[in-house]
């Protein structure tokens, strides 16, 4: 019973990064989130089109689009049933008169008040329930971003961008973590047409992991036969992220921005609708239509995976499942407020969650 409840706990956090040194596949997983609610309503579909703050995210070549004022954005979504908390905040600042933007990003990913229930039962075999504590367990990224324009004409813009990131992440008191890792980006914005392509953990990103447990906490772990980590390191395979993006007139009011994105992964098979050793092909596909500059209507698709189907009761059939996303936005002068309706879930089985951001310009008033 005792082995049961320390492997709970264990399994928080030791199985995560018990990695040694090696490329694991969901390697800080939190970062693939995304940013913004627009983004996220437009199923992850980003990378050519995104010209605010949240590039410093999907594309720091993006940033080049924040002109004359700086940008700020930020966002708050919690997951599954409140157990979970994301949170957002990016600023965009242009220098050099537009031809460069400087970018910070701050994410954290957490789950708080998970109950330690290491010393639940006493040695005598009676169950203590006071001895229950609670701990938190959360993901932070730091993002610093650099863009700049390479060239620019009457039709086409051409621009990089660059992110240097810091990664920290803690399980209660018992384990920390400090990674590293490089992004880099271009985007080619066109008059009706953008293109964007983005590797991310370009030089890999090199996680960290140290443990620390009490003399007391070790003693338990010893008896039940668990082992106690001391020291591991993973390392985030580089990834690669395609997209283009098209613009047209509806009449004279509606303008109509459909994306498509392809993510490559070169860490092996994943469930995936191209699946193979060593690459595998994710899509993202969403769309945008925008009424005078002020109201967005935005729809998308991502996650797209083999399952099995829910009324199989032999558990044979497979089905393709997806994650469709919607939301919305309107835009009063300087100030955006974007929402995002998400299904985390499949189809038949619906796990919503709710999602706003608010993108701001900083524009400073005029004296009269």
Not at 136 to 160: H, M, V
Request: without cysteine.
């Amino acid at each position: 019973m005792r082995q049961n409840q320390v492997g709970f706990l264990l399994l928080l956090f030791v199985l995560p990064a018990f990695s040694f040194a090696q490329f694991r596949k969901y390697s800080n997983e939190f970062l693939n989130i995304g940013a913004g609610a627009r983004g996220l309503a437009m199923g992850s579909a980003q990378v050519a089109s995104v010209n605010d703050a949240t590039a410093g995210y999907w594309n720091p070549a993006g940033l080049t689009g924040v002109k004359d004022h700086p940008n700020i954005g930020i966002m708050h979504a919690s997951y599954f049933g409140d157990i979970a908390k994301y949170d957002y905040a990016t600023v965009a600042i242009p220098v050099q008169d537009n031809k460069r933007t400087l970018g910070f990003s701050l994410l954290r990913f957490a789950v708080d008040d998970i109950p330690n229930t290491l010393f639940l039962v006493e040695p005598d075999g009676s169950i203590n329930y006071n001895n229950i504590q609670s701990f938190s367990s959360a993901d932070y990224a730091f993002l610093f971003s650099f863009a700049q324009k390479y060239r620019e004409t009457e039709n086409k813009t051409i621009s990089w961008g660059v992110n240097a990131k810091v990664i920290h992440r803690k399980v209660g008191k018992f384990a920390t973590a400090w990674g590293f890792g490089l992004d880099a980006g271009v985007q080619i914005r066109g008059n009706r047409w953008n293109l964007g392509l983005v590797a991310r953990d370009l030089t890999t990103t090199f996680n960290a992991w140290s443990f620390k447990f009490t003399e007391k906490e070790k003693e338990v772990l010893y008896l039940t036969k668990n082992d106690i980590p001391t020291k591991s390191s993973e390392l985030t395979a580089p990834r690669l992220i395609l997209g283009g993006s098209y613009s047209f007139k509806l009449g004279q009011a509606v303008n109509l921005m459909a994306e498509a994105n392809l993510d490559f992964t070169f860490d092996g098979k994943r469930n995936t609708i191209v699946s193979s050793n060593p690459i595998s092909i994710d899509p993202h596909l969403g769309l945008e239509a925008t009424i005078k500059d002020v109201f967005h209507i935005r729809g998308g698709i991502t996650n797209f995976q083999r399952a099995l189907a829910d009324k199989d009761t032999l558990n044979q059939k497979r089905v393709w499942i997806y994650q469709p996303s919607a939301g919305a936005g309107f835009k009063i002068k300087n100030v955006t407020l974007d929402y995002s309706f998400t299904n985390l879930a499949n189809q038949s089985q619906p796990l919503y969650t709710h999602i706003f951001s608010l993108i701001i310009n900083l524009v400073k008033k005029e004296k009269e």
